[in-house]
């Protein structure tokens, strides 16, 4: 069954650094996010993705925050200058729209973000 | 606004023990409800769904039912495995056009003893 990947699992990152996580979604899948789970807390979401630009993003994903889709198959997530705060698993995902509609997202094995 | 209720964790039972999670939402409109689970060491996976009131979702023996009159997506399985121990999920998903972002409950942590 396709998968979606992410890399790396564990990034670890000073304070100010920025940083970018990557995401290969499903490859027939024309909807992409990014949620995180920041520890004891619940799942949040943080933007979607459709049609190469920014479908919704939540308040937390402000300024320092960006969503590329660089190639055809990687879909990436940049802070550019991070904080402690910051520190969390990301969870990408993907969703086919084929259907019309609650088509379920696919998710893939998060990468946790520690910063120092 | 859009929010998700799970009854709160750890949750231990024994195994062949009847499991219910359950799972209050509040929404605008008719969304859609999911059942996510988080195996140790791994990312989440999609276990069940359902679009509309009166639905039921099922897989792996686990069974919600989307009941609209007590806005509820109770999770249940009749008999729980070792290998069920996780964290469950529940989720909504607003049915507002083509905006998709997932509202999800805290968590309920199972863990089945042998």
């Known amino acids: 069954e396709p998968e979606v990947t992410q890399t790396p699992s564990h990034q670890v990152t000073q304070m100010g650094q920025e940083v970018i996580l990557r995401c290969v979604p499903i490859s027939n899948h024309l909807y992409f996010y990014w949620y995180r789970q920041i520890l004891g807390q619940k799942v949040e979401f943080l933007v979607s993705f459709y049609n190469n630009e920014i479908s919704e993003k939540s308040e937390i994903f402000d300024d320092q925050f960006s969503v590329e889709r660089p190639d055809g198959s990687n879909f990436t997530l940049k802070i550019r200058s991070t904080k402690l705060e910051d520190s969390a698993m990301y969870f990408c995902?993907?969703?086919?729209?084929?259907?019309?509609?609650?088509?379920?997202?696919?998710f893939g094995d998060g990468t946790r973000l520690s910063i120092l | 606004g859009n929010s998700v209720t799970q009854m709160e964790g750890p949750v231990t039972l024994s195994e062949e023990a009847f499991l219910t999670i359950n799972c209050t939402y509040t929404?605008?409109?008719?969304?859609?409800l999911f059942w996510y689970v988080q195996y140790p060491g791994e990312g989440l996976q999609l276990l069940l769904k359902a679009t509309k009131a009166d639905d039921k979702g099922s897989n792996k023996g686990f069974e919600a039912t989307y009941r609209k009159e007590t806005t509820s997506f109770h999770l249940e399985k009749g008999s729980v495995q070792v290998s069920d121990s996780a964290v469950y999920f529940c989720?909504?998903?607003?049915?507002?056009?083509?905006?998709?972002?997932?509202?999800w409950g805290l968590g309920t942590s199972l863990a089945v003893n042998p």
């Open positions: 929404a605008t409109g008719y969304p859609s």
């Open positions: 995902a993907s969703s086919d729209l084929k259907g019309g509609g609650n088509q379920p997202q696919h």
């Open positions: 989720a909504l998903e607003p049915n507002a056009g083509n905006n998709r972002k997932l509202i």
